[in-house]
């Protein structure tokens, strides 16, 4: 277009048809840009509405997840630092000792059981045994026949 419009009275009108028909395709232009402008300004604000859609549903999915994580491992960090407590309050050296006292009693109380059944004369039991069967036997015959 020239830089400046001509007045009417200038135009002749073949002039004035052509202009009129360039502004009409022009408008026809601005038009189908404008119905494309604002096509893409629904699709935009229907990404926009699905993005926030997204959004919300992963924090509210999310965030309660990311939350018991979080008191679930803090609760495992307070174990951890009783259970370094105490073992640092730990005396180690003195439950060896007791553990080294403990066995070596055991071995003592073992030792005098092992002591008193070797001292039990199995020969002279044995005599005692047969005589106390050759002592009941007739006893057992003789309540026998009562049966």
Known sequence: MPDKIPDRSTLNEEDFK??????????VGQEKYAKKQYRMSQITALCSILVLIIVIYAAVTLIPKANTTFQNLNLIMEDLDTITSDLAEADLGGMISDIDH?????????????????????????????????TVTPFANFFNKFR
Not at 18 to 27: L, P, V
Request: without cysteine; hydrophobic residues 40%.
């Open 18 to 27: 052509a202009m009129m028909e360039r502004i009409e395709a022009s408008n």
């Open 102 to 134: 403990l066995v070596s009693s055991s071995e003592d109380s073992v030792q005098n059981a092992l002591n008193q059944l070797n001292s039990i004369d199995i020969d002279t039991l044995n005599q005692a045994i047969n005589h106390l069967n050759d």
